[in-house]
């Protein structure tokens, strides 16, 4: 058994302080550089050349300037994070502030677990497919290897999560991915890739990808270890596919670029580009003031970051089971699934 920690509280509360308290944003995602060790096809990020990053004490203004906007979860991705050999440093004081996690695609992650997982409430693992599938879509021969590697090195340190991207080309293996999940004892998250214009065209579409979100709806109702909730398969397949939009509330997530810029109004209709300064503006007075009402019914990504927090409610019992009960219990019960033997 371990103790919940304080910090997963305080986002909780964070979270509920807040109220009917106007606009503001309650997740946070950062992007700690665009490099990378890896060349997704349907990623934009690893193509672009890095501006100065944020020093260690840049980033901690940053977080403050996030904090003093009542966010409760911050997220750290790429490029990839594990490049930064400041990491533990920036990973140490975000966990003193928010719900910390990191998205990562596995290859280092064997050699520097013991370095961030003091730091980390959640750790996800992109893995896009079985085997050869993954590194083909990921550019580099042995990735699904390191990927794999990096997990069973990292659970039980820390909570551990597959990400898991879906498109055109790998959608027969998604209930595959759910497998993998199950037998190496963590969860699993599906997104569903978003045509960026500088990066591959593999958005899914059409029949296939109905079915297969379906099947994943199917496999969540049957106790898979997949995070999103019903409701986020559910709203999926009726706005795309039977004409009922869900409404999207994008000032619930923020997302703050490589220099410390604020991305508006959301990840993928600016394609991460930046503009003001975090820690120069008011962000709550910039979130009631942003005209916000053109992009309530865009429903064009899938992005469970906006999604899953525009869909949830305090009336929903299953809702709140999932996204509040099941991780505290998540916390308090820190036991190691072991590892299924293979089939």
Known sequence: MALLRPVFLRSIWRSVQRGGGGKAPIIAGHKLLYRCNLECAMCPFWRREDENLLTVEEEIRMMDSLVRAGVSFLGFE???PLLRRDLPEILAESHRRF???????????RNRIDDIAPYLDLLFVSLDGIGELHDRLRGIPRSFEKAVEGIRAARGRVPVAISSTITSENMDDAEKIVTLAQ?????VTFQVAYNYSTAGSLAPAGQHLKQTLERLLVLKEQGAPIIESREYFASVINSWFRGVPWRCKPWLTMNVDPQGRIVLPCYTLREYGGSEYVWDVDIRQLWNTFNWAPYEGCNKCALACYLEPSLFTWTNPTMIRERIIDPIVAYIDSSVTPELPAT
């Open 99 to 109: 719900h910390t996690s990191v998205v990562t695609n596995g290859w280092l992650l």
């Open 78 to 80: 790429g490029g990839e």
């Open 183 to 187: 037998r190496l004892g963590v969860r």
